[in-house]
């Protein structure tokens, strides 16, 4: 493949990822065009780019899930190359199909290699095929099948993510309804009703492998995300490297995900997901086909920069000889949500009225809002992501800690104080971590707001940064005290 300079690239996304991508382009030196729905018209990535393109009204399924739309945004601006981010189309293989035949650069793996791990029966016999450990399973479920499983095991969807068509059987009288209803709900979130079964690790750990290919041949891992705190089957808090990992686990389960990368001929970012058992044990459970939402804590732990590796292998260019062996620091990541911790995790809307970063020696926030953005229920409820990295995991931990005690966001509730309680929690501080813990462990209850949060409330109420701590309008601008995204103008 000829190397081709990229002179303008179009971000098919929104939030967060979008501003993560269209920073990198400008740093690079790239012109960049956007594209918004016209709820979006007036957002932090808007103004960002060199040019904006409305897509159309506020819902995804009319704006920036329409493909047509996109690449005639792409075609009207003279853009050479698209970047989907991730969610939205980045994992859509026609789209990336369409691209890539309008002759231009599609900046993620062959629409082959979507297509080979979009569906979870046929990728895990590829794996498998090539060596890959993958957790016994069948896709016959009739009894003769499920006994070659056993019990307890889970039921998946085929097409299924986010937990969606998935169910855990622990005996054979629940085996008929969970079918049903996973049949059920995979037709209906995905229009594919297959499902298989696989053995239910009880506590397993989730570590995942970044790989990244070039298209000259080469694939590379670049070190492991350990993503077990999960609610709901979505992440909530990662960090690399593993605190179950040694080196020499490493380079076993990097050995396997370059293996499952090579075997559908993977190009661009990537990430191999495992579940890792208490005994060593590893299995390949997915393989994502974009950039991962949490990868920044990939490029503070290893040096990396992986936004502008993905330009520079979409533009033909080999990666580079000197790709890190092992990470230099230590990475945790807390994804801040718009949702109220204390009913429910329920997702909230609004205007966020205050809006403040922490700033500090290894501190990154990766946000795609600011003051006056609108939450809106049309879109993911995640406003940014929280990093911190120091010369060792409690070193990051604390700097998380910190940091999370310095973001400011008002006006809409969030789940950034039920973050600090969880990093402060004796579990996640031995670094005792598995996919089922948020759902036993006790973190602490809610109390009074850190003085940065009511210092801020001050200001926007007029009262200025005296006596904060005393404060009764600021106080009175909490009905839950700790719930920082609760405030509300009073009066």
Not at 119 to 126: C, F, H, Q
Not at 263 to 275: R, S
Request: hydrophobic share 45%; proline share 7%.
């Amino acid at each position: 493949m000829n190397v081709r300079p990229l002179r303008k690239v179009l971000v098919a996304n929104r939030g967060e990822i979008a501003v993560r991508v269209l920073t990198a382009c400008r740093t690079l030196g790239y012109e960049t065009v956007a594209v918004v729905s016209e709820a979006d018209v007036g957002s932090r990535h808007a103004r960002l780019a060199d040019e904006v393109v409305v897509l159309g009204p506020a819902p995804a399924r009319e704006s920036y899930l329409v493909a047509a739309k996109v690449l005639d945004a792409a075609r009207a601006t003279g853009a050479e190359a698209i970047h989907p981010g991730f969610g939205f189309l980045s994992e859509n293989a026609a789209f990336a199909r369409a691209v890539i035949g309008a002759g231009l650069v599609w900046i993620g793996p062959p629409p082959e290699a979507i297509e080979a791990m979009g569906l979870k029966v046929p990728s895990r016999e590829r794996m498998r095929a090539a060596g890959v450990p993958v957790v016994p399973g069948t896709h016959d479920l009739s009894a003769e099948g499920i006994a070659k499983v056993g019990f307890p095991l889970v039921v998946k969807a085929s097409a299924g993510g986010g937990g969606k068509g998935m169910r855990v059987v622990r005996a054979e009288g629940e085996l008929a309804s969970a079918v049903a209803s996973c049949r059920a709900e995979a037709e209906a979130a995905f229009g594919d009703p297959t499902l298989y079964a696989e053995r239910y690790l009880e506590h397993p750990r989730h570590v995942e492998i970044q790989v990244f290919g070039d298209a000259h041949g080469r694939v590379v891992a670049l070190g492991e995300r350990e993503c077990s705190l999960q609610r709901r089957h979505q992440k909530v808090v990662e960090e690399s490297p593993s605190p179950a990992v040694s080196p020499e686990l490493r380079a076993r389960m990097s050995e396997a995900a370059v293996a499952a990368a090579k075997a559908v001929g993977y190009v661009n970012a990537g990430t191999v997901e495992f579940l890792l058992d208490a005994d060593g044990s590893f299995f390949f459970l997915e393989m994502n086909t974009r950039l991962q939402v949490e990868h920044p804590v990939t490029e503070e732990a290893w040096g990396l920069d992986l936004v502008a590796l993905q330009l520079a292998v979409a533009s033909g260019e080999p990666l580079p000889a000197d790709v890190p062996a092992a990470p230099v620091a230590h990475a945790i990541e807390a994804r801040v949500y718009a949702e109220d911790p204390e009913a429910g995790f329920l997702p909230q809307v609004g205007t966020v009225l205050v809006y403040e970063e922490p700033v500090g020696p290894g501190v990154r926030v990766d946000s795609g809002i600011e003051a006056g953005s609108e939450v809106s229920v049309h879109y993911d409820p995640m406003l940014a992501k929280v990093v911190a990295r120091g010369r060792t995991r409690e070193e990051a931990r604390l700097r998380l800690v910190d940091a999370l005690s310095r973001t400011v966001i008002l006006g809409v509730a969030t789940n950034v104080s039920w973050l600090r309680r969880l990093l402060g929690t004796p579990e996640f501080v031995r670094g005792e971590l598995d996919t089922s813990l948020l759902g036993r462990l006790n973190v602490p209850p809610p109390h009074d707001p850190p003085p940065d949060v009511l210092a801020a409330a001050a200001r926007f109420l007029g009262g200025g940064d005296g006596q904060v701590a005393r404060s009764a309008t600021a106080r009175a601008a909490f009905p839950d005290p700790f719930n920082e995204g609760s405030f509300r103008v009073l009066g």
